[in-house]
């Protein structure tokens, strides 16, 4: 009897529904203004909880080191990575995928921008850099510091350290922008988009600071999500996503006009670099 009674209750527990998370964090790494930022990523929550039927809360962050740390401790599900911090993510957390980015992230660009007092003439050719003062974006920044600091190396053939007379960073593609145009630095790279939006929003003075060189084009932000999505939310849950990110329009993200499917080793090229230029072992 006691036996019997034991296999009753454990037939009912196994009966008994499993009970899934009722609300998925996402966040994105700081490359733009805060206000832009919240904004434009609240829009993303407030469509994604309507098409997922779980609740989704945006986690602003002040860096892309913070959004990392987020998703490697599981405070956050869902992160808009660039390229560089997507792979450190995702290495951190294995199992975990990049499924969504933007059309134009395939084929993302940095721009190479000059205070006027530099007088460097803008140039299809790399620039001879030699002895001016520069600025990178944040130390994590894809378009803002990996990928310039690559293009740097191999067109002068040396580290940024030794072609500039002073190296700084910045926490976002707005700060290059102010810094470079109001004379702090002669020199800097930053994020086409931000750039040419910045431009549209009437932030640059063209009498001050202009595009100086467009790099080659790499892959760059991306979607990526935690690997046990489906163990948190139920069954196939990673594919609904994948999904709603997909379907998302503009008029949601108020940032892409569309989304395409991406896979992790899209991102090799990133990973690559980092690992040539000692950003990762």
């Known amino acids: 009897m006691v036996f019997l009674k034991k296999f009753n209750i454990l037939l009912l527990f196994l009966m008994i529904p499993k009970v899934f998370a009722a609300e998925l964090f996402m966040t994105a790494i700081p490359n733009d203004d805060k206000n832009i930022l919240e904004y434009r990523f609240n829009q993303v929550a407030d469509y994604l909880t309507g098409v997922l039927a779980v609740e989704v809360i945006y986690t602003p962050v002040n860096s892309y080191v913070e959004a990392v740390d987020l998703f490697k401790e599981d405070q956050v599900q869902l992160a808009w990575f660039g390229g560089l911090s997507g792979v450190q993510a995702r290495r951190a957390v294995p199992g975990s995928e ?31 850099l030699n002895g001016f003062t520069f600025t990178f974006g944040s130390p994590d920044s894809t378009s803002g ?35 470079v145009q109001s004379g702090l630095y002669q020199v800097g790279a930053v994020d086409y988009k931000v750039w040419e939006r910045a431009v549209s929003n009437g932030i640059v003075d063209f009498e001050k600071v202009s595009v100086i060189w467009e790099s080659p084009s790499f892959p760059d932000t991306q979607w990526t999500v935690r690997a046990d999505v489906d163990q948190q939310f139920g069954l196939g849950f990673k594919q609904k996503l994948q999904q709603a990110l997909l379907n998302m329009r503009s008029s949601e993200s108020e940032s892409r006009l569309l989304y395409v499917p991406v896979e992790d080793h899209d991102y090799q090229p990133i990973e690559d670099v980092a690992r040539a230029i000692g950003l990762i072992d």
């Open 145 to 179: 510091r990996l990928m310039p600091q690559f293009f740097i190396e191999r067109n002068l053939g040396k580290a940024p350290h030794d072609v500039f007379r002073r190296v700084g960073f910045t926490k976002n593609h707005l700060e290059t922008i102010e810094k």
């Open 98 to 128: 990049a499924i969504a980015q933007g059309l134009d992230d395939q084929f993302f660009r940095s721009y190479f921008i000059a205070n006027a007092s530099a007088d460097i003439l803008p140039s299809k050719s790399f620039p001879n």
